[in-house]
Nanobody
Framework: QVQLVESGGGLVQAGASLKLSCSITSRTLDTYAMGWFRQAPGKEREFVAAISWSGTNTYYGDSVKGRFTISRTNTRNMVFLQMNSLKPEDTAVYYC?????????????????WGQGTQVTVLS
């Protein structure tokens, strides 16, 4: 079992930056690949970024490439999403997710654990 808690969301102007954090609590020493997804009202959940347990491998959604960066601490208990040059279309609830497998890291259906989400609103 793993528990995930997101933080760092907020209301910002277009062009600003935000850094989201995801705290990971696990009762075991399992190694988790981590992903960030987002969901805007009336839209499907969208893949944003993913990072492997080691941190060596990362993937990004096309809409955020070059603007967002995913990272994790060496202790593996925190994952971050640095979001720069934010746009109004980035407005959504952002979720972090964990899974034991790295394969299919861009697919929401593969992740076994989810946080409660944090709201990001970007004003034009």
């Amino acid at each position: 079992q793993v528990q995930l808690v997101e933080s760092g969301g907020g209301l910002v102007q277009a062009g600003a930056s935000l850094k989201l954090s995801c705290s990971i609590t696990s009762r075991t020493l399992d190694t988790y690949a981590m992903g960030w997804f987002r969901q805007a009202p009336g839209k499907e959940r969208e893949f944003v970024a993913a990072i492997s347990w080691s941190g060596t491998n990362t993937y990004y959604g096309d809409s955020v490439k070059g603007r967002f960066t995913i990272s994790r601490t060496n202790t593996r208990n925190m994952v971050f999403l640095q979001m720069n040059s934010l746009k109004p279309e980035d407005t959504a609830v952002y979720y972090c997710a964990a899974d034991l497998e790295w394969e299919s890291a861009t697919k929401a259906t593969k992740y076994s654990s989810w946080g409660q989400g944090t709201q990001v609103t970007v004003l034009s």
